[in-house]
């Protein structure tokens, strides 16, 4: 089984899950990330790697247009239903893989894709066709975790997420997601560096694994509260553990 296609099978199994993610239904990131593009009542805008379409469906209550792709059909099926539900007519969802989409070139004037390179093996393919789709003086925007500056705990969060979502493939380092734009010519206008502080069941839950990946997940955090580099980032809060994720906003023009 190919990457991708491995990618879509287990999209499709937690397609659900991932919908029913408090981070998913948080209006408030949508409204952030909207006001980040500057999207606008006259705007087209093209969401790759749509997912359920949470944001895909706020932000078409606000643009003109709204054009979402993902490649998984049971999150594609999410998002139609939910934009029945709300009698949207300003938005269309299209099932298929995100490397190579069928939009002319210069159609959207807005291009987004949100957590998602992170489970791209192809993100510089990906970026190159959101440049290619996006029009001139455009905006160009990407949404994602990244990964931490000390190699130690970097190796650690990334086998954790791979245990918790083994279609995860790596989190890029800021300098890699900058250089997306430079190599695609897009000219940063604004880039946003937080600390997501996610409740850790709530992100495992978020995926599906099997029972050893769970136990796998388990070990791996008593392993983490016991070093102290690592515990930096797990922390407890009326015995609920959380988890400081480093989170990187970036958009820019065409």
Same mark, same amino acid.
């Given at each position: *089984? ?23 239904? !948080? ?16 705007? /087209? ?7 359920? &379409? ?15 792709? !993902?490649?998984?059909?049971? *999150? ?19 099932? /298929? ?22 489970? *791209? ?8 066709? *959101? ?7 455009? /905006? ?8 931490? !500056? ?101 958009? &820019?023009?065409?």
């Amino acid at each position: *089984m190919t990457g991708n296609l491995y990618i879509k099978e287990q999209f499709n199994k937690q397609a659900d899950r991932f919908n029913n993610w408090t981070v998913t239904r !948080d209006e408030r990131i949508h409204q952030s990330l909207c006001q980040f593009l500057s999207v606008g009542a006259e705007d /087209r805008l093209l969401d790759l790697a749509c997912g359920t &379409g949470a944001f895909a469906i706020y932000a078409a209550q606000r643009a003109k247009f709204v054009q979402c792709v !993902d490649i998984s059909e049971s *999150m594609i099926e999410i998002a139609i239903e939910r934009a029945r539900q709300l009698q949207l007519d300003n938005i269309n969802f299209l099932c /298929r893989d995100v490397e190579k989409v069928p939009f002319t070139d210069n159609s959207f004037q807005r291009v987004i894709s949100k957590s998602a390179f992170h489970h *791209m093996k192809n993100y510089p393919g990906v970026f190159k066709e *959101m440049a290619r789709c996006c029009q001139k003086h455009g /905006r160009i925007g990407l949404e994602d975790i990244i990964a931490y !500056d000390d190699t130690h705990l970097d190796q650690f969060f990334e086998e954790l997420e791979c245990t918790i979502d083994i279609s995860h493939n790596w989190s890029l380092s800021r300098q890699e997601i900058i250089n997306l734009y430079k190599q695609n010519e897009v000219r940063v206008l604004r880039l946003f560096e937080s600390i997501s502080l996610l409740n850790f069941t709530d992100y495992v839950n978020h995926a599906v694994q099997t029972a050893k990946d769970r136990d796998r997940i388990n070990r791996l955090i008593r392993d983490g509260l016991n070093d102290s580099r690592i515990a930096q980032w797990l922390v407890t809060d009326n015995g609920i553990l959380f988890w400081k994720r480093k989170i990187i906003t970036v958009v &820019g023009e065409k």
